[in-house]
C-alpha cells in the first residue's frame, strides 16, 4: 500500500512538473518559430513521406559514441529501391535537451548510402532529423537512433522490444518486459530467467528497478514472486518521463541465500 501511495505521488507530481516544462517549452518554440507551423509542417511530412515512399534505414548497430562518429544510412523510394541524387543533411539532437543538437551534411558513397560525421558524444537514445532534397521536393524523415557505449560495447539488447540476457557472476539473468514496448503510466508487466551451469535457480529473491540514466524518476521497484522452474514475474507501473525521454534502465537484483548479491543492467525504450 505504501508503495502504491507512493507511486501515486510521484505520478501526480510527473504530471506537474509536465505541465510547467511543456509551458517553458513552447515559450522556447514561439522564439523560434510559429508553434503551430511547426506542428502543421510535421504533420505535412508525413504525409510527403508516405506519399512519396521515401524511407530512411539507419545503420544502428555500428554507433558508438564520440566526439565524431560515422552515421550511415541508406535511402530507398517506393519499393525500397536505393535513392541516388539527393542532397542530405542530418541534423542530431539528444531528448530533452539543446546542449547537444548537431548537423552536418552527408556525402553520397552510392547505393543509396549517405555518409556524416557528427558529434554524438553521450551514449543512448538520440533523435536524428534527416533533410532531403531531391526532384525539387523537400522532405524531414525523424528517428530515434541508440548510440552504443565504449568502443568494446556490443549494441545494448533493447529490453524494451525482445528478452534480453546478461552475465552476473555464476548466473545467467534474462529479463522479459510486457507490453513490448512499455507503455508509460500502464501496467508494466517483468519476467525473469535465472540459470546457473544452464540449470535453473530456484529459492531467489528477485526484484526489477526502473530507472533513467542521470535523472531521479522516484524509486520504482517491482517485486518479482516465483513462478516455478527458475522463473520469476511481477508487475508495477511505468511512469511518464516529464523531459519526453523514453530511454529507461531496467536493474535487475538477485538475491540467493548463500551467494552475494547480483545485478543486472538492461536498457530499454518506452511507447510515447
Ligand atoms: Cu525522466
Redesign the pocket.
Known amino acids: 500500500m505504501k508503495i502504491l501511495i507512493a507511486l501515486v505521488a510521484a505520478v501526480v507530481l510527473a504530471s506537474i512538473v509536465g505541465v510547467i516544462y511543456v509551458g517553458s517549452r513552447s515559450y522556447e518554440r514561439t522564439v523560434v518559430a510559429d508553434p503551430y507551423g511547426h506542428a502543421v509542417h510535421h504533420d505535412a511530412d508525413r504525409r510527403k513521406a508516405l506519399e512519396l515512399g521515401w524511407t530512411l534505414a539507419v545503420d544502428e548497430a555500428a554507433l558508438r559514441a564520440g566526439p565524431e562518429v560515422r552515421l550511415v544510412a541508406t535511402l530507398a523510394g517506393k519499393g525500397g529501391a536505393p535513392l541516388d541524387g539527393a542532397e542530405v543533411t542530418f541534423r542530431v539532437s539528444r531528448p530533452g535537451t539543446s546542449r547537444l543538437d548537431a548537423s552536418a551534411r552527408a556525402t553520397a558513397e552510392g547505393a543509396g548510402r549517405y555518409v556524416a560525421l557528427l558529434p554524438l558524444p553521450d551514449p543512448g537514445f538520440w533523435d536524428l532529423d534527416a533533410v532531403v532534397k531531391r526532384d525539387g521536393q523537400t522532405l524531414i524523415l525523424e528517428q530515434r537512433v541508440h548510440v552504443g557505449g565504449g568502443t568494446a560495447d556490443p549494441a545494448p539488447c533493447d529490453a524494451g522490444v525482445r528478452s534480453c540476457a546478461a552475465e552476473a557472476g555464476p548466473l545467467r539473468i534474462v529479463l522479459a518486459l510486457s507490453p513490448r514496448p512499455p507503455v508509460p503510466l500502464k501496467e508494466i508487466e517483468a519476467k525473469v530467467e535465472l540459470l546457473r551451469d544452464g540449470a535453473a535457480v530456484e529459492g531467489a529473491e528477485v526484484s526489477v528497478l526502473l530507472s533513467?540514466p542521470g535523472?531521479y524518476?522516484g524509486e520504482n521497484r517491482i517485486l518479482l514472486r516465483p513462478a516455478g522452474n527458475g522463473r520469476y514475474a511481477g508487475q508495477g507501473a511505468l511512469l511518464r518521463?516529464?523531459?519526453g525521454?523514453r530511454d529507461w534502465l531496467a536493474e535487475v537484483e538477485v538475491r540467493i541465500p548463500g551467494m552475494p548479491g547480483s545485478r543486472a543492467r538492461f536498457p530499454f525504450q518506452a511507447a510515447e
Open positions: 533513467m535523472m524518476m518521463c516529464a523531459s525521454r
